[in-house]
Nanobody, 119 residues
C-alpha cells in the first residue's frame, strides 16, 4: 500500500512559480513510477508529468513542456513538481499518482491540491 499526500498548492499570479510536493508512505516508494495529473474546472483530467523509479527518465504533457519539472527524492519518499511561468490555464487541482509498471494503470492517487493562477 502507498498513500500519497500532495501539498504546496495555492493562489499565485500569472508568471509566478510554485512547487508542489507529494509525500508517499510505504517502504516501496522507490519502486514506483510517479506521475502528476491535473483537472481544471470543466475539463478532463490531463497528464502533466511522469518520472521513473530513480529519476533519470521523465516525460511531460505538451502544455507544460519547458515550464514544469518533475523530480523525486527517494530518501524522503517525495516527488516534486516545479512549475514556472504559470498562466491562468494552469489553474486546476493537481494530483500525484503511483504506478508499479508502465503497462499497468496507476495504482494509487492522492487527494489533490488546488492551484489557482490569477491574471
Amino acid at each position: 500500500q502507498v498513500q500519497l499526500v500532495e501539498s504546496g498548492g495555492g493562489l499565485v499570479q500569472a508568471g509566478d512559480s510554485l512547487r508542489l510536493s507529494c509525500a508517499a508512505s510505504g517502504r516501496t516508494f522507490n519502486r514506483y513510477y510517479m506521475g502528476w495529473f491535473r483537472q481544471g474546472p470543466g475539463k478532463e483530467r490531463e497528464f502533466v508529468a511522469l518520472i521513473n523509479w530513480n529519476g533519470d527518465s521523465t516525460s511531460y504533457g505538451d502544455s507544460v513542456k519547458g515550464r514544469f519539472t518533475i523530480s523525486r527524492d527517494n530518501a524522503k519518499n517525495t516527488v516534486y513538481l516545479q512549475m514556472n511561468s504559470l498562466t491562468p490555464e494552469d489553474t486546476a487541482v493537481y494530483y500525484c499518482a503511483a504506478r508499479y509498471t508502465l503497462t499497468t494503470l496507476y495504482d494509487y492517487w492522492g487527494q489533490g491540491t488546488q492551484v489557482t493562477v490569477s491574471s
